[in-house]
């Protein structure tokens, strides 16, 4: 996977087959996800415990939360959708500048 720095945000590609699954992550940062082709399920598990579940296809993109669980599933081949955030420090501020530390990009 190649992932990018683009100025003040860091860009993380991903190309999914039909079927295909992201187990569940959270992060401590919100962040889009942009659906250039196919199509996901996004199953996201809130902090309060309850479950949302959405589909989009694409063109589209979901904002997903700080602290949500999320599981991503592609429902067609050929899906690519690319995660895109800002850059943070280790106290989990945004930062301009790519900083190295890898807890921010997980």
Request: glycine share 8%.
């Amino acid at each position: 996977m190649t992932e990018w720095v683009s100025g003040n945000v860091f860009i993380r590609p991903n190309t999914m087959t039909k079927g295909d699954v992201i187990n569940g992550h959270k992060h401590n940062f919100d962040h889009t996800s942009i659906i250039f082709t196919g199509a996901v399920r996004v199953v996201a598990t809130l902090p309060d415990g309850r479950k949302v579940e959405v589909e989009r296809a694409a063109p589209a993109h979901l904002l997903i939360k700080a602290d949500v669980e999320h599981e991503i599933t592609a429902l067609e081949d050929n899906t690519e959708f690319w995660c895109v955030y800002s850059h943070r420090g280790p106290q989990g501020d945004i930062v301009q500048e790519y900083t190295g530390w890898p807890e921010a990009y997980k």
